[in-house]
């Protein structure tokens, strides 16, 4: 090994930016499937897995490696044991991204149960919590971090509207029962991506302020 | 430190397994408050959560300190970061039957919609995955691991099974929907503590034929 340890932290961070960032894409491009009943964009959605579960195996023999030969200590130590667990959530996120092109895929067959705006309202917060939550890892910044947790109870009252909006329709007719299942699925799908991003972000403030926020929601906006 | 290494990754296991005993608990006490509409043994999962949640900061911490003091390589090092993914994966089973134990809550406020026959069998079979999944862990044992992850494939089946059935009965009576769609979402729960299962299993191979089985289903059988 010729590569200084602080040019491979940074490599790790920059492949870590770009799982990140196709796990976004992933999402948006679902959403968008759904919303503009797209089947191409669903299927990219479908084809683009791959690129992350093999970024996912990259990523992680990188960090084994950087653990057996670096030997780190301290703070590197928990971010590379960090970046080990953020790679499981990413991995998540992009299989999640996956279930909801399939929804969109279905709901494409059958009539519009309705437009949809609370769901790419939903979306567009848990891509952003996705984001900031990786922003948060690679430059240590626990205020972001935090901020990223606080946003989740936002996308599960978003989760709860879609829900009881969903079985008013469901109520009325019995013919829209499955479409809105899917749809509520879709919901579920999107709030456990903004679940995910909140499990990155209280890794990120452990590392950073050496302290656990997870289990003490309490302690969220503090 | 004037224990031997070997004592402390002794200690590691044990932890480990008592954090699957406790999270497998609370699926057996979450469904069977469910079928029984027992309110005490709902408690009983929502307090438990708190033990677990311990444990994981706790075993996370004995991690860390084994990466930072011992600075293990090959197989021990694989060994102690698997560890660091399966308290997540536990931590999250745990949280699952928080959310069974409050639709079990849920449901017992309202009249019995149908006898529970599959999802006491999601159960099980979601429980012994745990359980076999964590025994396969500690005793690298890649043919329980490999049979793990086979069984998943039989939990998705039945939850495709009780979807179906919970679909007809949301359309025969709009009064039932509710009920089912909690239902529903039990199934999903247990199907999620599965993936969990099948997620411990697959790093358990990686870890003892040093190849990941992970995104390759078709050699889950192999």
């Given at each position: 090994m010729d590569r200084h340890f602080d040019?491979?932290?940074?490599?790790?961070k920059e492949k870590l930016l770009h799982m990140a960032s196709l796990a976004e894409q992933s999402i948006v491009k679902a959403v968008k499937s759904l919303v503009d009943r797209q089947k191409d964009l669903?299927?990219?959605v479908l084809a683009s897995d791959e690129a992350i579960n093999l970024l996912e195996i990259e990523v992680d023999e990188l960090c084994l490696k950087l653990l057996a030969l670096r030997q780190p200590i301290a703070?590197?130590?928990?971010?590379?044991?960090?970046?080990?667990?953020?790679?499981?959530?990413?991995?998540?996120?992009g299989d999640l991204s996956v279930n909801i092109?399939?929804?969109a895929l279905d709901l494409m067959e059958h009539p519009l149960l309705k437009p949809l705006i609370d769901i790419p309202r939903m979306a567009q917060l848990a891509q952003k919590m996705v984001k900031d939550s990786l922003d948060a890892f690679v430059n240590r910044d626990a205020?972001?971090?935090?901020?990223?947790?606080?946003?989740?109870?936002?996308?599960?009252?978003?989760?709860?509207?879609?829900?009881?909006?969903?079985l008013t329709y469901m109520i009325q007719d019995t013919k829209a029962i499955t479409r809105a299942v899917d749809?509520?699925?879709?919901?579920?799908?999107?709030?456990?991506?903004?679940?995910?991003a909140t499990n990155?972000?209280?890794?990120?403030v452990y590392l950073v302020k050496g302290k656990t926020i997870k289990h003490h929601i309490e302690e969220k906006g503090g």
């Amino acid at each position: 090994m010729d590569r200084h340890f602080d040019e491979e932290l940074k490599d790790l961070k920059e492949k870590l930016l770009h799982m990140a960032s196709l796990a976004e894409q992933s999402i948006v491009k679902a959403v968008k499937s759904l919303v503009d009943r797209q089947k191409d964009l669903a299927e990219e959605v479908l084809a683009s897995d791959e690129a992350i579960n093999l970024l996912e195996i990259e990523v992680d023999e990188l960090c084994l490696k950087l653990l057996a030969l670096r030997q780190p200590i301290a703070t590197d130590l928990r971010f590379i044991t960090s970046a080990l667990k953020i790679i499981t959530d990413l991995e998540r996120i992009g299989d999640l991204s996956v279930n909801i092109a399939e929804r969109a895929l279905d709901l494409m067959e059958h009539p519009l149960l309705k437009p949809l705006i609370d769901i790419p309202r939903m979306a567009q917060l848990a891509q952003k919590m996705v984001k900031d939550s990786l922003d948060a890892f690679v430059n240590r910044d626990a205020d972001l971090a935090r901020n990223v947790c606080m946003r989740d109870d936002e996308v599960d009252q978003l989760n709860h509207q879609i829900f009881r909006e969903l079985l008013t329709y469901m109520i009325q007719d019995t013919k829209a029962i499955t479409r809105a299942v899917d749809l509520l699925l879709v919901a579920r799908h999107l709030e456990r991506i903004a679940d995910h991003a909140t499990n990155i972000s209280e890794d990120v403030v452990y590392l950073v302020k050496g302290k656990t926020i997870k289990h003490h929601i309490e302690e969220k906006g503090g």
